[in-house]
């Protein structure tokens, strides 16, 4: 799998995930497997005006050697100007955001609002792409609504225009993530291009991986939600689809151990205060199916301290021994 001339060591990727696909997550599920990530959405106005937010998000891990910087906003110019500051960041690719359904930014211009503009998105990624020197990728969706699906047009728009790569996700945007993912859609665009197609919707393990992979003919995968609270789903995906072994699942005492180490590395970046606010909604995720889950992360929901969560993981491993 390649994306211009760039070389990838398996074809799971993480998806740029806002509110949740930060330095520390996007680190650990690197060494989980994950051959590309890409950073948080940040919005091309704020960067230019100097956010220093948007600059944090953008600050790439020393474990993300092949990262994309997503960007998304609804003026050419304005995208191309922020395309060129994220090259400080050193990214490999700068990612376009086309499919966000967040009415802060779908209702703004931005994310998905261009799938009903394929002619403004096409300009934006002719002015990106001519004004860096590296591969500019977009991430799109099945279309606004099942009354306008128009991924087909609006991939071989964008690939007219200088895109590098599209990775499509097989829902529209007034279905959010509901439902169930569109292969055949994926399977459209692929037939259509002839630049590298990545499939992204409902991949949570290595089955699911299979059957995207089979329905689509894609070039890649792109796993979002899927990881959450779930970092070695890479190393399932990669395994079964290299060598057809299915790992087994880890023990309760590793997925404890790997939330432990996951929110350690968000408090070294944010610090405590932030870090334990942000871990509860991680927590949720890590011990969802657990016996007394329910109890467990109604406890993590009023997190305060890193002491507090070793507690209840305590009592968790004790309680499920």
């Known amino acids: 799998m390649k994306i211009k001339d760039i070389e990838f060591k398996n074809i799971a990727f993480l998806a740029p995930m806002a509110g949740v696909g930060d330095k520390a997550f996007r680190e650990l599920c690197v060494r989980f497997g994950a051959a590309y990530t890409v950073t948080e959405m940040v919005s091309a106005k704020g960067l230019t005006m100097g956010d220093k937010k948007s600059a944090q ?36 690719i700068i990612d376009i955001n086309m499919g966000c359904p967040a009415p802060k930014v779908a209702m703004n ?15 934006i990624m002719k002015a990106v792409s001519s004004a860096v020197n590296i591969p500019v990728t977009a991430k799109i969706r099945k279309g606004w609504d099942e009354n306008s699906i128009n991924a087909v047009e609006m991939a071989e728009i964008l690939e007219k225009n200088g895109a590098a790569a599209v990775a499509v996700h097989g829902r529209t945007r007034q279905e959010m993530y509901s439902g169930r993912v569109d292969y055949n859609i994926i399977a459209d665009v692929k037939k259509a291009v002839s630049i590298p197609v990545i499939g992204n919707g409902d991949i949570a393990d290595e089955q699911s991986a299979a059957i995207m992979l089979e329905k689509t003919n894609c070039d890649a995968l792109m796993i979002g939600r899927g990881a959450m609270g779930n970092p070695w789903v890479f190393q399932r995906i990669n ?36 870090a334990m606010r942000e871990a509860r909604h991680h927590a949720a995720y890590y011990t969802k199916g657990l016996r007394g889950g329910a109890k467990f992360r109604a406890e993590m929901g009023k997190l305060e301290s890193f002491e507090q969560l070793e507690e209840i993981i305590f009592r968790i491993l004790k309680e499920n021994a």
């Open 239 to 274: 395994a079964y689809l290299k060598d057809c072994i299915v790992i087994p699942e880890p023990s309760l005492y590793e997925k404890m151990n790997v939330m432990q180490q996951h929110i350690k590395k968000i408090i070294e970046y944010k610090g405590e205060y932030t």
């Open 109 to 123: 211009g931005g994310g998905a609002s261009l799938m009903r503009n394929p002619e403004l998105a096409g300009e």
């Open 57 to 92: 998000l953008l600050t790439l891990g020393e474990a993300e050697i092949c990262a994309g910087a997503q960007i998304f906003g609804d003026d050419p110019e304005i995208m191309a100007q922020t395309a060129k500051k994220c090259l400080q960041f050193n990214p490999k």
